[in-house]
C-alpha cells in the first residue's frame, strides 16, 4: 500500500509551523516525497476583527473556536486532494491517545489534515459533521495527558513521527527495525537497548566489552537482554 503523501494543517498561528521545513521533514518536501500545506484559518472569517471564536453555549469560561470558518477552511484544504479519503485528525487533550502504533496506522492514510484548536476547543460539530461526511474519517487525539496552549505542537510530533516511518524519508531504513518501540515483546512494546559510540573511555565510564567483542549474536543477545531490563524498570 502507498504511504501518506499530502499533509494540511489548519491552524490561527502559522508559524507555529515553521519548523516543518527543517531536517528530515524539509528535506522530504524538497525531495518531492511529501507535500504539506499550512492553512491560516483567519482567511475565511468574514469579519474584520478576523474572529474565530466565540462564547460557549450553557455558559463557562472562556471561549469556543466557531464552527463555520473551520468548515470553509476543511472543505477549500480536500480540494487539494481529490477523491481521496481525507483523514481529519483533531487536536484535543480529550481525544485518543497517540502512539507508535497510531502513527504506523496513519502512515496507510493518503491524506491527513490537521485541524489546530486553540481555547476551550472547536465547536464538536465540526467533527460530528466530517464523521458523517463520505470522504472522511475523523480522529480525534492526544499527545499526553496534559493540556497545551492549542494543537500545534501537537501536529508538529504527530506529523514528526509518521513522516520518518515513510519509505525513503530515512537514509537507512534498518534503523527503523532497531529503534524504541518497534520491537515487541509479549508485554506490548520494548524500549531501545542503550547505544554507545567513540570513544572507548568517557569520564572514567566504559563501554561493556561484549560490543567491542565483534561476536554479532551475543551483542545481539545483551542487547535484548538490556532492552527487557530497561522495558522493565521504566517508570510508567
Ligand atoms: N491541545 C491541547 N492539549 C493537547 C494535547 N495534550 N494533545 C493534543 N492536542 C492538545
Redesign the pocket.
Known sequence: MSSVNRFDVITIFPDYLAPLSLSLIGKAQASGLISIGIHDLRDQTTDVHGSVDDTPYGGGAGMVMSPEPWGKAIDQVAELAPGEIHELIV???A?EKFTQELAQELTNSKHLIFAC?RYEGIDVRVSDFYSKAKNFKVRE????D???G??EV?TLVIMEAIIRLIPGVIGNPASLDEESHTLTSESGVLVEYPNYTKPKEWRGLNVPDILLSGNHGEIAKWRLEQAQIRTKNRPS
Open positions: 487536536l484535543t487533550p481525544g484548536g487525539v492526544s499527545i499526553g496534559y493540556v497545551l492549542g494543537g501537537a
